[in-house]
């Protein structure tokens, strides 16, 4: 069985559990605990895990159910971040499904029930996002590994969360704020993004392992250019991309008024009306088609898309470095799926 289905095994197996338990309390529990499943078993790449158990590997820890289960629990974090994301943004989709707050407001219409159909699916969708982050530590520290070993990975484990809730903040901040600054951008992807996919579930392998600090500062240097490499790429196909591809509909990150990097080269390269077109339209829920193809004529037209691919390919160069360093400190099964990792990363081709 390859690695990406013992992981989805993992969870399969710990949200039948859980979710035995929650519908034990009340039977009105059901639909519930079916969400939080549906979600978490309904797609996604497994990145957190896979890079999360290669940096074991890498690091000459050897292969074991026990490890499989503890790195499945950053997919658990994944999912609580998602979860929480859809609802700060006002995602109707993820994955090509109603986001979990549309799902429960869905619900409370369909059964007529009192009040705020919006607020009730808001209230489900945080406490499912906070019930998944729970469960990540859950399933991280009962997953059978040494006691040892997951106080050595405990650090970057806790530091990988309190990271993403303030890149998530930053990236709010941002948007209220207006912030269109590339430094800005940076850091929100660095922080919401590219530390917690790859950088940090790097390192709690290596944590994991026993890797000394010098093999985790390796790893920090390749994984957290492909980290903003990866997202950048999120952030062109947001705008850009298939919704085939993307789960979302297309433009749905103009429709957000999400500040990326994209939109900072954008206003910085544009003339004042193309800037005060940006400024009107983006964030605006209601976009039209014809106000989506404007917009991606501006990104188009400043050059910010050109600049956006040469900053991806520039920081794939730098982990493409970063990978060669790690050529004889690492496993070399594991520096081979490195290697795949990254082209697959730039191009999200997974």
């Not at 986001?99 to 499912?128: C, D, N, Q, Y």
């Not at 430094?183 to 940090?200: G, L, N, P, S, W």
């Amino acid at each position: 069985m390859d690695l990406n289905s013992r992981i989805e095994r993992v969870l399969a197996d710990f949200l039948e559990r859980r979710g035995r338990l929650i519908r034990g309390i009340d039977p009105a529990l059901d639909e519930y605990a079916s969400a939080v499943n549906d979600f978490v078993l309904g797609g996604g790449k497994r990145l957190r895990p896979v890079f999360a158990y290669w940096g074991a590997r890498g690091a000459g820890l050897a292969d074991s159910d026990a490890l499989v289960a503890c790195v499945s629990g950053l997919e658990l974090l994944q999912a609580s971040a998602l979860i929480h994301d859809d609802l700060i943004d006002a995602s109707d989709t993820r994955r090509g499904a109603p986001s979990v707050h549309r799902r429960f407001a869905a619900l409370h219409e369909a059964e007529a029930w009192r009040g705020s159909a919006s607020e009730f699916g808001s209230a489900a969708a945080i406490l499912l996002g906070d019930l998944c982050m729970a469960w990540s530590d859950e399933l991280f520290t009962a997953s059978g590994m040494p006691g040892e070993a997951l106080m050595r990975a405990r650090e970057d484990f806790d530091q990988m969360r309190t990271e993403v809730s303030a890149g998530q903040y930053l990236d709010i901040l941002s948007e209220y704020r207006r912030d269109v600054s590339k430094d800005t951008a940076v850091k929100v992807a660095q922080f919401k993004a590219a530390k917690y996919t790859i950088e940090r579930p790097l390192r709690i392998g290596a944590g994991l392992a026993g890797a000394d600090d010098g093999l985790k500062d390796l790893y920090s240097a390749f994984g957290l250019p492909l980290g903003e490499a990866f997202q950048l790429r999120d952030d062109v196909l947001g705008v850009f991309g298939d919704p085939e591809q993307t789960g979302k509909p297309a433009g749905d990150d103009l429709r957000e008024g999400k500040h990326t990097f994209l939109i900072a080269c954008a206003w910085e390269n544009s003339p004042a009306a193309d800037r005060d077109t940006i400024a009107t339209l983006l964030g605006d829920p209601g976009l039209s088609e014809d106000d989506i193809d404007r917009l991606r004529a501006i990104l188009r037209d400043s050059g910010a898309v050109a600049e956006t691919e040469q900053r991806i390919s520039d920081l794939a160069d730098r982990a493409g470095e970063a990978l060669a360093a790690l050529e004889g400190r690492v496993e070399p099964e594991a520096h081979a799926v490195f290697d795949r990792l990254l082209v697959k990363a730039v191009k999200r081709d997974f």
